[in-house]
């Protein structure tokens, strides 16, 4: 895992961290998440940006990293998130709507498997009246090609009433709901190919707020997903952080029970970074569930400076002391407290950094806010121990 990771005395007693450790398992995490890849098919206006936007809280067309793969075809992507941005399709072009849909499939399907389309969100305006008989042709093209489509009913305006709070749509959009739950043609039954309804706004009429009927649209997308993109999809998306603790956790516990391991022959407390290399990988893997790319965010330097106040013996040394009997050995009861809080801390600092309350470039000087909660969990597991 970490044999390459580098640790040497400095002249004031205290150890460099090689960062590698921590990049290493970062990137190895990256590419065993993989990266989940979303269709998002519309007319051009319908809001699709917005919604990607929404969602994934990164805008990959601006980004610029798209490739016209063949017209009316994007295909913009980072590590975790591929968007098929597909336009909708000209009334009066020679070829119809699904026979172009179905050729663009075709393309994509030639793709490498690391861009094969997850999920579709097929969005249409939530005031059209109906599907057209195009829209339905074309959401039978993704259902024979096997994909799981969402019918995302996009910019719905939504009313709150002031008295319940609660949200109700207008009479019309009701009506086009009640269609789509029960389509029908000339009073004949018919069958479209969507597997949800999801009515979604990403701000409201006067262009504020932070939208309305995202979380379903999330929480469907992953249920949808195949089994094996769902957790690129809990990494690429932004709005559910409870998914990522419940990736980050395990992560946790693996790397507490390896320290434990590691200091079943107590470590004194100078030698505490051999500790080291198993905290900073679990730290880059959970960087990686947090979508972080703290290589490039953070000067070399800086992170190293975060490994060795997460992992230094400052802390070491403090929570020691709040042990008593412990000397200053760490044991493996110890070790592995450390580790959880270490883990627990970090989780929480990248949350603030993903979700864009912490500048990335602070994190080196926050950290000193995080460890000391980091303490209080050890002084608990500590007088558990004590109480036992
Ligand atoms: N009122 C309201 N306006 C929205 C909403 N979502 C997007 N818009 C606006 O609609 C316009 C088009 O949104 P985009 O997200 O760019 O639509 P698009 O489908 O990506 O458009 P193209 O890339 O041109 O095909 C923008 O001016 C948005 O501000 C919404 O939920 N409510
Ligand atoms: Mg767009």
């Given amino acids: 895992m970490s044999e390459n990771t580098s640790i040497e005395p400095t002249d004031n007693g205290l150890h460099v961290l090689d960062e590698s450790a921590f990049l290493a398992a970062t990137s190895e995490a990256k590419g065993r998440y993989g990266r989940f890849n ?3 098919i519309g007319n051009s206006g319908v809001g699709k ?23 009316g075809v994007n295909y913009y992507h980072d590590d975790s998130l591929g968007i098929w941005d597909v336009e909708g399709f000209e009334i009066g ?13 075709e393309t994509i399907a030639k793709r490498p498997v690391d861009e094969q389309i997850s999920v579709v969100w097929y969005c249409v305006h939530a005031t059209s009246d109906r599907l057209t008989p195009a829209d339905i042709a074309m959401i039978r093209e993704l259902d024979a090609a096997g994909l799981p489509v969402i019918l995302v009913l996009t910019k719905v305006d939504w009313n709150k009433n002031p008295i319940s709070g609660k949200y109700t749509v207008s009479k019309d959009l009701e009506q086009f709901v009640a269609w789509l739950t029960d389509p029908h043609d000339n009073d004949q039954p018919i069958t479209i190919h969507y597997q949800r309804v999801i009515l979604t ?8 707020g932070s939208g309305h009927g995202l979380g379903e649209l999330v929480t469907e997308t992953l ?9 690129a999809f809990r990494i690429a998306q932004r709005l559910n952080l409870p998914w990522k603790r419940e990736l980050a956790r395990p992560i946790i516990a693996a790397a ?8 079943a022959t107590p470590i004194i407390v100078a030698d505490a970074p051999v500790l080291a290399p198993i905290q900073l990988g679990m730290m880059g893997r959970i960087a990686a569930i947090y979508d972080l790319e703290l290589k490039t965010m953070m000067s070399a330097g800086a992170l190293a400076q975060v490994g060795l106040q997460i992992t230094g013996q400052a802390l070491a040394r403090s929570f020691l002391k709040v042990i008593p009997g412990a000397g200053n050995a760490i044991n493996a009861s110890v070790a592995f407290a450390l ?10 600092l990248c949350e603030q950094v993903h979700t864009g309350k912490l500048d990335p470039e602070q994190v080196a000087n ?19 121990k004590i109480a036992r």
């Fill in 93 to 105: 072009s020679e070829v119809s709507p699904a026979a172009m849909l179905r050729e663009h499939l």
């Fill in 223 to 231: 249920a949808l997903a195949p089994e094996t993109d769902k957790d």
């Fill in 49 to 71: 940006s917005s919604l990607v936007n929404a969602v994934f809280g990164r805008d990959l067309a601006e980004v610029g990293r798209g490739l016209p793969v063949t017209r």
């Fill in 38 to 40: 979303l269709a998002v």
């Fill in 366 to 384: 926050m950290w000193g806010a995080y460890a000391p909660a980091a303490l209080d969990v050890i002084r608990k597991v500590a007088q558990q």
């Fill in 339 to 348: 580790t959880t809080a270490t883990g627990e801390g970090w989780m929480r």
């Fill in 256 to 263: 507490a029970t390896a320290a434990a391991t590691v200091a």
């Fill in 201 to 208: 706004s990403t701000r409201d009429r006067n262009g504020k």
